[in-house]
């Protein structure tokens, strides 16, 4: 008579199980179209399904690590329902094999929505599942425990022999699991080995402008010790995206179509770009989500061609308002046509601080546009443009409850100092920056406690369409004190001091920080 097993043991046999379904599929999936990743599927299909408030507690809460919380929660959870569900494994009714029969039904329902998905891609999925079970059904049969009885001195067995056969199937446990962690691992390696577009990418020459920009003033960072840096290095440029896989797109398969409210289709390959004028310029982009005060700002120099000669070839109906524009991954946003028309000179974007886009920042190619939040117009691995109609399409983020337009906010930071900071008495410098893109800073105040808006010293404005840096002298003195700052734009507006949340267009309110000085 088979040994019974321990609650514990037959929990530790589903998550193995799972463990090795994920780690084949994950393997097989490496040597397919990208939509067979069962995982980024699965995760994908969690984002989509999760209310906006929820998504937006992610990035306040976890900034740009929201996918590595995502990506954890999703394999945390798949490890108890697997424990769960093999609790109730029997040979005569296989309850924990039809939970994941189930999990597996759920897989390719999601490998399936995904982009471009074909029915082979199920493939990684069904043999992931059937491994899966394989497993479970071993575990649980008793057959690894063989010769053991469930009762110590029948037949001959004692406590030490039930106890040899938990061990031998706790080894047995263990290396299944061990052997789907390193299973998957491996088609995570192999995947980006197969796929990766570093050689593509380093392979680009950036064309270079007939006009080359301006050089940054040399004046543009004011004095001050710490402040932010005019323009961000691409490794510490911020990222908010959908994309729990970073898309691997080379040149030769990168197409964009213009389409919907046109005169004529139009399709552009990477190389159908060189017809167009080159242009430089330098732009801060904004997410959304960056609450008073937040780093979800970064300022960067952008190499590409103006959106608006793209669609100038298409011929635009005067009556379309907006773009639709589709990311490789099916993401879309909407974006005013006025705003990738006019002369802010928006951008189909390959190039970033002199250097190809980096590939999670869009490569081969993305917007960027001057005066929206990205959500509404820095679509990266950008493939399609679809001209329509506010009141005909939604895209991603205004489904979940943000506006549709979305113009950037008078917005102002304090870097220096940081909230419970320690100073030394005596002469002190405050820094920071200020932001109205599209508008430009005209000025920006601090108000030390409770005292009166004093004019700080700016860096000199590169552009209407870049940040501004701001420093600020100050004697101080002993105790706890609040230091506060506000922003006036070029049009007069002056940043409001009423606080708001990120959701529906954007964060308001004055960043303040508090310190002690002893």
């Given at each position: 008579m088979a040994t019974k097993q321990s609650a514990g043991l037959r929990m530790s046999a589903g998550v193995a199980a799972a463990a090795v379904g994920l780690g084949v599929a994950q393997l097989l999936a490496s040597f397919f179209s990208p939509a067979a990743d069962v995982r980024t599927a699965v995760g994908t299909a969690v984002v989509n399904l999760t209310p906006g408030p929820a998504k937006e507690w992610a990035i306040q809460t976890f900034g740009t690590a929201d996918k590595l919380f995502l990506a954890v929660m999703v394999i945390l959870v798949i490890a108890a329902l697997a424990a769960l569900a093999a609790r109730w494994e029997r040979s005569r009714v296989p309850l924990g094999?039809?939970?994941?029969?189930?999990?597996?039904?759920?897989?390719?329902?999601?490998?399936?929505a995904r982009p471009g998905a074909s029915p082979a891609d199920l493939i990684p999925t069904l043999v992931g599942i059937g491994s899966a079970i394989a497993v479970l059904r071993l575990l649980t049969s008793g057959r690894i425990r063989e010769g053991v009885d469930g009762t110590a001195g029948a037949d001959g067995v004692d406590g030490a022999d039930r106890v040899d056969g938990d061990w031998r199937l706790s080894l047995a446990t263990l290396g299944f699991a061990a052997a789907g962690l390193v299973t998957g691992v491996a088609g995570a390696v192999l995947t980006r080995l197969l796929r990766s577009v570093s050689g593509d990418r380093d392979a680009l020459a950036l064309p270079t402008p007939a006009i080359a920009p301006p050089p940054p003033p040399a004046d543009v960072v004011p004095k001050g010790a710490g402040i932010?840096?005019?323009?961000?290095?691409n490794d510490e440029f911020y990222r908010i995206d959908t994309a729990l896989s970073v898309p691997q797109l080379s040149r030769a398969d990168w197409r964009l179509r213009i389409h919907g409210m046109v005169d004529r289709e139009v399709t552009y390959t990477f190389d159908d770009l060189q017809r167009f004028e080159p242009i430089e310029k330098t732009v801060t982009l904004a997410c959304v989500s960056n609450p008073v005060g937040g780093d979800l700002i970064s300022n960067a120099t952008w190499v590409g061609?103006?959106?608006?000669?793209?669609?100038?070839?298409?011929?635009?109906?005067?009556?379309a308002d907006m773009v639709l524009s589709t990311s490789i991954d099916g993401f879309t946003i909407g974006t005013p046509v006025e705003a990738l028309t006019d002369d802010r000179d928006s951008l189909l974007a390959i190039g970033m601080n002199g250097v190809p886009l980096p590939v999670e920042h869009g490569y081969p190619a993305r917007l960027v546009v001057p005066g929206l939040y990205g959500f509404v117009s820095a679509t990266k691995w950008v493939v399609d443009l679809e001209l329509t109609q506010f009141d005909r399409a939604e895209a991603y983020w205004t489904k979940l409850g943000w506006s549709a337009q979305a113009p950037i906010k008078t917005q102002s930071r304090i870097d220096v100092p940081r909230s419970g900071a320690r100073l030394s008495a005596g002469p002190t410098t405050f820094g920071g920056v200020a932001w109205a893109q599209h508008r430009g800073i005209e000025a920006v105040e601090v108000r030390v406690d409770?005292?009166?808006?004093?004019?700080?010293?700016?860096?000199?404005?590169?552009?209407?369409?870049?940040w501004r840096l701001w420093s600020f002298d100050w004697n101080a003195t002993g105790g706890q004190h609040t230091v506060a700052v506000r922003a006036t734009d070029n049009t007069g507006a002056v940043q409001?001091?009423?606080?708001?949340?990120?959701?529906?267009?954007?964060?308001?309110?004055?960043?303040?920080?508090?310190?002690?000085v002893k």
């Open positions: 094999s039809l939970f994941f029969v189930a999990a597996g039904v759920i897989g390719c329902a999601a490998v399936l932010t840096n005019f323009i961000t290095p061609y103006r959106v608006r000669d793209l669609l100038r070839d298409a011929g635009i109906a005067a009556d409770d005292g009166p808006w004093r004019p700080a010293q700016l860096g000199a404005a590169y552009s209407n369409d870049t409001t001091g009423d606080q708001m949340g990120v959701i529906p267009d954007g964060a308001t309110g004055w960043h303040t920080v508090s310190f002690d």
